[in-house]
C-alpha cells in the first residue's frame, strides 16, 4: 500500500499545526501551507521526516494568485486527502462591524475554501478517488452572537460541501466535516474586531475548552472512518446546544440570546 499525501491549510498554528505533528510521526507524506513560508519551515525541520514534508505558502485571501500556485502542487503530488483547516474567527456585533470584515471572512473561510477544493476535486477525479476534510465550526451549525460573518461563512461551507458530496456518490470521493466546540488554540488571538484588527487575546470560553490533543484524537478517527460529519468539543456546545436547537428551536433562540462570546 502506498504511503498517503496529505496536504493541510492552515498548517502554521492550532489545529493545523497539531495535524501536521500527528500525521508526521505517522510517516504520511505532507504538504502544509499557510501565508508564513518560515513559520512554515521551523515546523518543517521539527518534523521526524522532514523530507517527506512540502511547504507550499499559500493565502486563501489572494483568490487571483492561487490558482497557479495550486496546479503546481497537483502536477507534482498524487494528493489523497485536502484537510481544508485555514481560516480565521471574529469577535464583534452586527451592529458595529465594518463591511470589510464580514468580507474578509467569506474571501478566506468560504471563498478560499471553494477555490482550492474545486482544482483539487478535478484532481481526486482524475485519480479515481479522495478526501475533503473540512475543519469547520459549531458556528457552522447554529448562529452565534459575535460571530455572525464568522457563523455564515461556516454555514457557507456546510451547504457546498453537502452538495458536492452528494454529487460525488460514487466516484470514490468522500466529505468530512468536522465542527470543533470550544478546543484550546490561539483562534481567538487572531479573530478580527469590528474594524477587522485582531482581538490579540485569549477568550475564557477557548481556554477553559477541550485540550487540543483530546481533540486531534477524535478528529482523526473520524477522518479515518470518512464520517461525514462530527462535532467535537465540550457537551455544552456540541451536544446540548445542538440538540436543543435541532427539536427545540423557540426554546434555543431565548437561549442563544444569552449566550456569551468569550
Same mark, same amino acid.
Given at each position: 500500500?502506498?504511503?498517503?499525501?496529505?496536504?493541510?491549510?492552515?498548517?502554521? +498554528?492550532?489545529?493545523?499545526?497539531?495535524?501536521?505533528?500527528?500525521?508526521?510521526?505517522?510517516? !504520511?507524506?505532507?504538504?502544509?501551507?499557510?501565508?508564513?513560508?518560515?513559520?512554515?519551515?521551523?515546523?518543517?525541520?521539527?518534523?521526524?521526516?522532514?523530507?517527506?514534508?512540502? !511547504?507550499?505558502?499559500?493565502?486563501?485571501?489572494?483568490?487571483?494568485?492561487?490558482?497557479?500556485?495550486?496546479?503546481?502542487?497537483?502536477?507534482?503530488?498524487?494528493?489523497?486527502?485536502?484537510?481544508?483547516?485555514?481560516?480565521?474567527?471574529?469577535?464583534?456585533?452586527?451592529?458595529?462591524?465594518? #463591511?470589510?470584515?464580514?468580507?474578509?471572512?467569506?474571501?478566506?473561510?468560504?471563498?478560499?475554501?471553494?477555490?482550492?477544493?474545486?482544482?483539487?476535486?478535478?484532481?481526486?477525479?482524475?485519480?479515481? *478517488?479522495?478526501?475533503?476534510?473540512?475543519?469547520?465550526?459549531?458556528?457552522?451549525?447554529?448562529?452565534?452572537?459575535?460571530?455572525?460573518?464568522?457563523?455564515? +461563512?461556516?454555514?457557507?461551507?456546510? *451547504?457546498?460541501?453537502?452538495?458536492?458530496?452528494?454529487?460525488?456518490?460514487?466516484?470514490?470521493?468522500?466529505? =468530512?466535516?468536522?465542527?470543533?466546540?470550544?478546543?484550546?488554540?490561539?483562534?481567538?488571538?487572531?479573530?478580527?474586531?469590528?474594524?477587522?484588527?485582531?482581538?490579540?487575546?485569549?477568550?475564557?470560553? &477557548?481556554?477553559? *475548552?477541550?485540550?487540543?490533543?483530546?481533540?486531534?484524537?477524535?478528529?482523526?478517527?473520524?477522518?479515518?472512518?470518512?464520517?461525514?460529519?462530527?462535532?467535537?468539543?465540550?457537551?455544552?456546545? &456540541?451536544?446540548?446546544?445542538?440538540?436543543?436547537?435541532? #427539536? #427545540?428551536?423557540?426554546? #434555543?433562540?431565548?437561549?442563544?440570546?444569552?449566550?456569551? =462570546?468569550?
Amino acid at each position: 500500500m502506498s504511503v498517503k499525501t496529505i496536504w493541510v491549510t492552515g498548517a502554521s +498554528s492550532g489545529i493545523g499545526e497539531a495535524m501536521v505533528k500527528h500525521y508526521a510521526k505517522q510517516g !504520511v507524506k505532507l504538504i502544509i501551507s499557510s501565508r508564513r513560508k518560515e513559520v512554515l519551515n521551523k515546523l518543517k525541520s521539527e518534523l521526524p521526516q522532514p523530507e517527506n514534508v512540502t !511547504v507550499v505558502p499559500l493565502d486563501l485571501e489572494d483568490h487571483s494568485g492561487m490558482t497557479e500556485e495550486i496546479n503546481a502542487v497537483l502536477s507534482n503530488h498524487k494528493v489523497d486527502i485536502l484537510i481544508n483547516n485555514a481560516g480565521i474567527s471574529q469577535r464583534s456585533q452586527v451592529v458595529d462591524s465594518d #463591511f470589510k470584515v464580514f468580507k474578509r471572512l467569506v474571501d478566506i473561510n468560504y471563498l478560499g475554501t471553494v477555490q482550492i477544493s474545486q482544482l483539487v476535486l478535478k484532481h481526486f477525479l482524475k485519480h479515481k *478517488g479522495g478526501q475533503f476534510v473540512v475543519i469547520s465550526s459549531v458556528a457552522g451549525k447554529i448562529g452565534v452572537p459575535g460571530r455572525a460573518g464568522y457563523s455564515g +461563512s461556516k454555514f457557507a461551507l456546510h *451547504g457546498y460541501f453537502d452538495a458536492l458530496r452528494a454529487e460525488m456518490h460514487g466516484n470514490n470521493i468522500d466529505v =468530512t466535516m468536522i465542527c470543533p466546540g470550544y478546543i484550546q488554540t490561539n483562534i481567538s488571538f487572531n479573530a478580527l474586531t469590528k474594524d477587522g484588527s485582531p482581538q490579540n487575546s485569549m477568550d475564557e470560553l &477557548t481556554n477553559n *475548552g477541550m485540550a487540543l490533543p483530546a481533540f486531534i484524537k477524535k478528529a482523526v478517527k473520524a477522518i479515518d472512518s470518512k464520517k461525514p460529519e462530527v462535532l467535537i468539543g465540550g457537551f455544552r456546545e &456540541t451536544k446540548m446546544a445542538i440538540w436543543v436547537s435541532k #427539536f #427545540f428551536p423557540s426554546l #434555543f433562540r431565548k437561549m442563544i440570546v444569552k449566550a456569551q =462570546t468569550t
